[in-house]
């Protein structure tokens, strides 16, 4: 299935942008009278009809809507980015495509990168939900101060951390249906004085297992582990 992404549906809005457009007429040889599959990132899945199949503005009008419920638990993960962004971007795709609500990123004290692309990480995590089936976007944030992620809000809140006297393991301290927060440091890990930070805003210290992952690896793994204790 072929699943496009307009947003502004909700507000009235029913043509698709120009790449979506593009491509719904000049790759997919879309005509007047095609169906065409939508979402606006918002949960809601729409069965429209194309009615204009102009390939700068392709109009259509909604049949159906099915709107699908969010998940029980929500899943927010924030990571210090690497200094190779490519990195960041596969980290991204794959969070999407695995489930994730949202992917913050943040300014360490041993922070490689200090700078992203929001407006490229965005495009990504929508190719990455359309091609995942998927009707809900996560939110992308621009990159914040470590201060400032850490006084954020959740109802199990853990930050990543290799210690090899760490007794606690993500998938054991995990509970089902909650909403999650965790934090992934950068190479050089976290400096004492953000550990001890993270720990008075009641973040619990935990292991994602064994071996020492890299950046992005640790925070896939963290993410699926959370999807999978509440299968």
Avoid at 77 to 96: C, G
Avoid at 118 to 123: G, Q
Avoid at 188 to 204: I, T, V
Wanted: hydrophobic share 40%; charged share 20%; net charge neutral.
């Amino acid at each position: 299935m072929n699943l496009f992404y307009q947003p502004a549906i909700p507000d009235g809005v029913l043509h698709l942008n120009d790449d979506e457009s593009r491509h719904a007429v000049k790759v997919l040889r879309m005509q007047v009278g095609d169906l065409l599959n939508l979402t606006d990132g918002k949960g809601t899945f729409y069965n429209a009809i194309v009615t204009v199949a102009d390939a700068r503005k392709c109009t259509f009008t909604i049949q159906q809507t099915t709107s699908t419920p969010a998940r029980p638990y929500s899943i927010a993960i924030a990571i210090a980015p690497t200094k190779n962004i490519d990195r960041m971007e596969w980290l991204v795709e794959k969070a999407v495509e695995v489930g994730v609500e949202q992917i913050y990123f943040m300014l360490c004290k041993n922070s490689e990168r200090k700078t992203i692309n929001h407006e490229r990480l965005e495009k990504i995590a929508v190719s990455a939900m359309k091609q995942s089936g998927q009707f809900r976007l996560p939110v992308i944030h621009e990159i914040k101060p470590f201060t400032e992620v850490v006084s954020l809000s959740a109802q199990q809140k853990f930050i990543c951390y290799v210690d090899s006297s760490n007794p606690h393991l993500l998938k054991t301290q995990a509970k089902q249906n909650q909403h999650y927060l965790v934090l992934i440091g950068p190479e050089g890990d976290f400096r004492s004085d953000e550990l001890e930070l993270a720990n008075q805003n009641g973040f619990l210290k935990v292991s994602l297992g064994p071996t020492r992952l890299r950046t992005e690896t640790a925070a896939l793994t963290a993410c699926q582990t959370l999807n999978f204790i509440n299968l």
